[in-house]
Nanobody
Framework: QVQLVESGGGLVQAGGSLRLSCAAS????????MGWFRQAPGKEREFVAV?????????YADSSVEDRFTISRDNAKNTVYLQMNSLKLEDTAAYYC????????????????WGQGTQVTVSS
């Protein structure tokens, strides 16, 4: 049984930082691409970042995210991270990690397994 468990969310002031973690179990972690998505109230779930199974390749939603966020993984710990710096009000959302076998992808429908989400709230 595959489980993805996110942690690290919380309330932070604009300009602050958070590091999200996603611990995976029940899958051969180093064969799965891992993605982060987010969903704000009333909006669709959107892609944030993805990292390839061996960690050698990363891709971000846009330059604003790439300039402030860093996705990484530790295959020995079956964990993927999202370091978020210079947080903005518009980063407020529930953040989800997801996994898919093989190559990285950006569409939510391309992912097989999902975590329950962790809330990130950025205040002014």
């Amino acid at each position: 049984q595959v489980q993805l468990v996110e942690s690290g969310g919380g309330l932070v002031q604009a300009g602050g930082s958070l590091r999200l973690s996603c611990a995976a179990s029940g899958l051969t972690f180093n064969t799965y691409a891992m993605g982060w998505f987010r969903q704000a109230p009333g909006k669709e779930r959107e892609f944030v970042a993805v990292i390839s199974p061996n960690g050698g390749s990363t891709y971000y939603a846009d330059s604003s995210v790439e300039d402030r966020f860093t996705i990484s993984r530790d295959n020995a710990k079956n964990t993927v991270y999202l370091q978020m710096n210079s947080l903005k009000l518009e980063d407020t959302a529930a953040y989800y990690c997801a996994s898919r076998r093989g190559m990285s992808a950006t569409g939510p429908n391309e992912y097989t397994y999902w975590g329950q989400g962790t809330q990130v709230t950025v205040s002014s």
